[in-house]
């Protein structure tokens, strides 16, 4: 189990080497945690890997996101290059096993951070715009990322409060005050809802990056905050939903 945890996913033939074991003892484990709950398997024949159940595949986006340049290529299946982009790939929550009720909590905390990347980025973009938004689902949970290569949150509010001077502070200001970095726009109430929506039931959590900034909410958010503090510190911003299925 630590070595796939460690790995994000690993081989039976690296089990094998690493644990110096016969394949056969290696696949009894493998069935007996897999019928346990405990691991997932992905993939058939030699490319077949096993994850830990409940637990997202974040690679990938943080590789992305902390990229010193753009990448010359990402996926598009995976990047929402414009807001109607977005949006448009919003209605795939429904598809998750959500109830209903959830179903409009989970749009609205999702639209509005996504919505957020590209508010709060007009003409400020690193070099890549858009975001990128992943949805998995493991171990009866849904886990969302939405992740951009944008100015970062504390830049766009000390335009707006020249006393905010650092990341850490700047997130929990995004997350639990009033302010926004469109001003004069009366607005800024949309992460303190998305904050709410979390936090008004259990089994959920968030937690946020931006620069060195990390901030975590709701019953599960430190398990976000855990996935999000292996990410390359960027000026951009990553967030990280979990949703119970169950």
Known sequence: MEIIEKQSGTRPSDLIQALALTPQAIHRHL???L???LLERRGAGPRVRYFIAGKPQLQQVAGWYGARAAPSESPPDLICETRDSFAGRLPRLTKTGLSED???LVIAAVGEIGNNSFDHNLGSWKDAPGCWYQIQVTGRRLWICIADRGQGILKSL???DPTIIEAQSALTVAFEKILSGRAPERR???LKYVRNIITGS????LACRSGSGLVDYGEF???C???LARFPESEGTVTLIVWSLK
Do not use: I, T
Not at 202 to 205: E, I, K, V
């Open 188 to 190: 800024g109430n949309g």
């Open 202 to 205: 259990h089994h959920r959590g």
């Open 225 to 227: 905050r855990s996935e």
């Open 31 to 33: 069935k007996s945690l």
């Open 35 to 37: 019928g346990k709950g």
């Open 102 to 104: 959830d179903q409009s």
């Open 221 to 223: 958010g430190m398990e």
């Open 158 to 160: 000390a335009r707006v």
